[in-house]
């Protein structure tokens, strides 16, 4: 697999109240991945991005959410969240 497809695998981190609240209690970082993306494309990402080794990773598959606006009915995009477990998450 190559590195440049494993790079672009990772869109953004996921910056949340309850995404914190579980880095701060578990250790773990949450990211927005592509759809297509697997566990293995993510966890090769994250360990060059951050140079750290990560020990376990999950990959959620989040549904959008259905929203109104006036009278008609929309839905916003599914996206794929991952959850990244390290021993040590401090940058080098």
Same mark, same amino acid.
């Given at each position: 697999? !190559?590195v440049n497809k !494993?790079?672009?695998?990772v869109?953004?981190p996921?910056?949340?109240e309850?995404?914190?609240?579980?880095? *701060?209690k578990?250790?773990?970082?949450a +990211?927005?991945v592509?759809? *297509?993306?697997?566990?293995? =494309?993510?966890k =090769?990402?994250i360990e060059?991005? +951050?140079?750290? =080794?990560v020990?376990?990773?999950?990959?959620l598959?989040m549904?959008?959410?259905?929203?109104r606006?006036?009278?008609?009915?929309?839905?916003?995009? *599914?996206?794929?969240k !991952?959850?990244h477990?390290?021993k !040590?998450w401090?940058?080098?």
């Amino acid at each position: 697999m !190559s590195v440049n497809k !494993s790079l672009q695998a990772v869109l953004a981190p996921q910056v949340t109240e309850k995404a914190t609240m579980v880095a *701060d209690k578990h250790n773990q970082i949450a +990211f927005k991945v592509k759809k *297509d993306a697997t566990k293995k =494309e993510v966890k =090769e990402a994250i360990e060059l991005m +951050f140079k750290v =080794e990560v020990t376990a990773v999950n990959i959620l598959n989040m549904n959008g959410k259905t929203k109104r606006a006036g009278r008609l009915m929309g839905k916003r995009n *599914d996206w794929k969240k !991952s959850l990244h477990k390290s021993k !040590s998450w401090t940058r080098n």
